[in-house]
C-alpha cells in the first residue's frame, strides 16, 4: 500500500525486558509495542513503520529513530503528547519531523553512536543490572583504554560478527573508540565506578559492538595480549569468529545523526 506522508519519531526505551526490536512469535519485541500504542493512537487509520536498525534482547535505546508512513497529517506536539499518554513507563518519544516520503531510514546517511556501561569488583546493586553489567574479576582500566583505541579507523572485523551473510561487507571503519569513566548514566544505587566504552560509526555488524567489549574484558583481565587484538583486525587474521560476546544489558544505543 502506498502512503501520502511520512514522520521520523525519535524514542527513547529501556529494553531489558524486551526481545529486541524486530517481532516474533512468542516474544514480547519493542516494535511490537510501538506498533500496538500506534494502533490505539491512530485507530482506524492504516500505518506503517519502519525501525532504524534491529536491536539485541535487553539492549536499550538514549535515541532511537522509527518511521511511520500514514494519510494522517499529525500535529507533531499532540501526537506525541498521545503516544506517551499511552506508551508503557519504559517507553518515551521525545519528537516527530515530517520527512520526504522517499526517505529510507534504513539506507539513509547516518553515524551511530553505542555506549556500553560496565563495572568491576564487588558485585552491583541489583536495581542497576538493567544498565552496567559487572565483571567480577579485577579489570586493568588502562590496558583496556589503549585497546579500544586499536579498533578506531579502518580494519577488518570479520572476527567481531555472528552469522554474517555472504554479501556482508567486513572491511569497517570506526570513526571513534574509547573508554571513560561514567559521567552519563548515574544513580545511588551505581557502583563508586563505573566505565563507558563509546564508539562511533556508520555502520556495525550483528554482535560487533558486543564482541569488542568481551574482547577489551579478556584484555582487561591479562587473558589476551594487546597484539592478539591488532592481529585480529588485519585481513589475513585467521577467519575464526570470536565466541565470547558481552552480555546485551550493559549495551545502550546512545545517539544516531542523521545527514537529512
Known amino acids: 500500500m502506498k502512503y501520502s506522508v511520512s514522520y521520523l519519531i525519535c524514542l527513547q526505551f529501556l529494553g531489558f525486558r524486551f526481545s529486541g526490536w524486530q517481532k516474533q512469535k512468542n516474544a514480547k519485541t519493542l516494535h511490537d509495542v510501538v506498533d500496538k500504542t500506534l494502533l490505539f493512537v491512530l485507530k482506524n487509520t492504516d500505518f506503517k513503520t519502519i525501525g532504524v536498525g534491529r536491536t539485541d ?3 536499550s535505546a538514549n535515541v532511537y529513530y522509527v518511521q511511520l508512513f500514514t494519510d494522517d497529517i499529525l500535529e507533531a506536539n499532540t501526537f506525541i503528547r498521545l503516544l506517551n499518554v499511552n506508551f508503557p513507563a519504559d517507553f518515551r518519544a521525545i519528537s516527530m519531523q515530517k520527512v520526504p516520503i522517499s526517505f529510507n531510514i534504513i539506507n539513509a546517511d547516518k553515524i551511530k553512536e553505542y555506549h556500553y556501561y560496565f563495572s568491576f569488583g564487588d558485585k552491583n546493586h541489583p536495581f542497576a543490572a538493567s ?4 565483571v567480577d574479576e579485577v579489570l586493568n582500566i588502562a590496558l583496556m583504554k589503549k585497546g579500544a583505541k586499536a579498533f578506531e579507523g579502518e580494519h577488518y572485523f570479520n572476527k567481531y560478527c555472528t552469522k554474517p551473510s555472504k554479501n556482508t561487507i567486513f572491511k569497517r571503519v570506526i570513526d571513534s573508540c574509547e573508554i571513560v569513566e561514567n559521567d552519563v548514566l548515574t544513580a545511588n544505587f551505581f557502583p ?21 567489549m568481551a574482547t577489551l ?9 594487546f597484539d592478539f587484538i591488532e592481529k585480529s583486525l588485519q585481513q589475513n587474521n585467521d577467519q575464526k569468529p570470536l565466541r565470547n560476546i558481552a552480555p546485551a544489558s550493559g549495551l545502550q544505543l546512545y545517539t544516531i545523526e542523521f545527514k537529512l
Open 217 to 225: 574484558f579478556e584484555l582487561g583481565k591479562e587473558n589476551i595480549s
Open 57 to 59: 534482547a535487553k539492549v
Open 192 to 212: 563508586e565506578h563505573s566505565y563507558i566504552l563509546k564508539i562511533r560509526g556508520k555502520g556495525f555488524l550483528r554482535y560487533q559492538v558486543r564482541l569488542i
Open 131 to 134: 544498565f552496567v553489567v559487572n
